[in-house]
Every structure is written in structure tokens, then in C-alpha cells.
């Protein structure tokens, strides 16, 4: 029990790290050329991982169509997430993409017809939680207009995570996680290397960013799906889903020490609202 919550606060405190990194690592790059970088320095460790525990990497149909869902997660999800990162803060970032598990929620509705008990409540908790959203970005909006394009940005990359659970839950049965992740990692990182060729976009890498850019790349798109998926081995997925709500408050806890981010009184309000609607939607609604 220790062990799988250890492991699950280790996914969670990976992937608030790592978007904090990689805000700092756009000061100094290309949106575009990061992500090249940090997809492309998970997927040599993935590779790495599948080599020394002499696991081959399946081509069939199956196995190709289950890999090809990288496009949704981590290539879209994370491609417009690092582009949104230039206009808003780290941690306000998380907050807005800790409303993924609702948009599961209603993908699942919308795609597969999945009947939700006591929708009136379904519905409050909703408005709830899209109403601490606003009250997170409405200080930004009006201050920055520009800040919307960040906001629309985030939230379709919100939108490309939840469809990659919501589809590949429904494609993917039996699949080793390393196996899995590296068919994924491969197939975004090529779909990078296509993204980089067509917008000419810059791969130049600093090189006081190089330890920033791969820590970053290795810890979102790899060591937090481990943690997580080892997570399962020793407690439920309720308690492991749970401890991901870590995620926004480590994000904004370490944007504060080392970008200088500071949050207002009503944004700190709006956190609260968002994490505890999605927390108790996610709880109440669960779709296993």
C-alpha cells in the first residue's frame, strides 16, 4: 500500500516538475524544437528500458494501431501544451489540465454512450468545476488578452489526452507497459520529426538548457507513466487517480519558488473549486 502510494505521488510530482521545466526551457527555445528534444530523449530511454529487459517491440496490425494513439498523447496533447506554455504560468497550466479526467468523463458519454447516475449532479459538479477554470484564468485574460490563444491552446491539448485514454482503452488489451509506451514515444517522436521538417521550426538546443530539456522529456514522458502504471501493481486505481490531483499543487508550488509565478487570492479560490469538483467527479462518476 505505501509502495503503490509512493510510487503514484512520484507520477504526480514527475509530471508537475516537468511542466515547470519545460516553461523554463521556452524562455531560451522554440516550442516546436522542445518538444523534438524531450520526446526524442524519452523515447531513446524507452528504447534503452525494452533492450536491456530483452523485450521486442510487436509490428502487427493491432500492435501499429495501439502505437499510432501517440498522436493523440503524447504528440498533440503535449505540442499544443508546450505552445499555450509561452502565454500562461506553469502552474496554472496544471490546474486546467487537471479538468482531464472530466472531458474522459464526457468523451465517454459522448462516444460510447456510457449512462451517468444522477446527472443533475453530474451537471453541478461540472459547472463547478468550469467555473473555477474561469476564475483561474479570468485575472490573466484581462490582463494579457493575448493570454487566450494560451487558454484555447492548453485546453485542446486537455482534449487530445483525454480522447488518447478514452480510444485506447478501448484498443489495448494486452500490452506490456514498456512495450506500449515505446511504440507510442517512437511514433510521436517520428510525427515530430515530420512536424519540425513542415514548419522549419528551430532545433537549436542551448546548452545550459541540455540537462533541463532531457530531465524534463525523461520525466513527462516516461518516468511518470512507469511510476504510474507500478503504481496499480500494489493499490486501486481510485487511490492512485487520486494522488494526480498532487500534480497542479506541485506545479504551482515550484512555478512560485523558481519562476517567480504568483497567484491571486481568486485564483487560489478557482484552484480549490477545480480540484475539488474534479476530484469528487472523478470519484463519483469513475469510468473503469
Known sequence: MIKGVLFAFLAAFSWGAAIVMSKKGLENMDAGGLFFWQVGSAAMLSWFVLAISRKKLPVTKKSILAYSTGIFEPFLAYTFTLYGLKFIS??????IFSLESVFILILSVILFFVKIVSPLHFILLLTGAMAGSIMVALPDINDRIDNITGYILIVA????ASFYVVISSRLIVNFEPVTLL?????FSFILACFFIVLTGTSLQLPVESVFLVFLSGILQYFLAFCFYLYSLRWIPVHIAGAMLYFIPLVALLLSWFFLQEDISFIQGLGVFITILCVYILNKKYAIE
Not at 506553469?90 to 490546474?95: D, P, Q
Not at 491539448?157 to 487530445?160: A, D, Y
Open 157 to 160: 491539448g486537455v482534449l487530445s
Open 90 to 95: 506553469a502552474g496554472i497550466t496544471a490546474v
Open 182 to 186: 515505446t511504440g507510442q514515444l517512437t
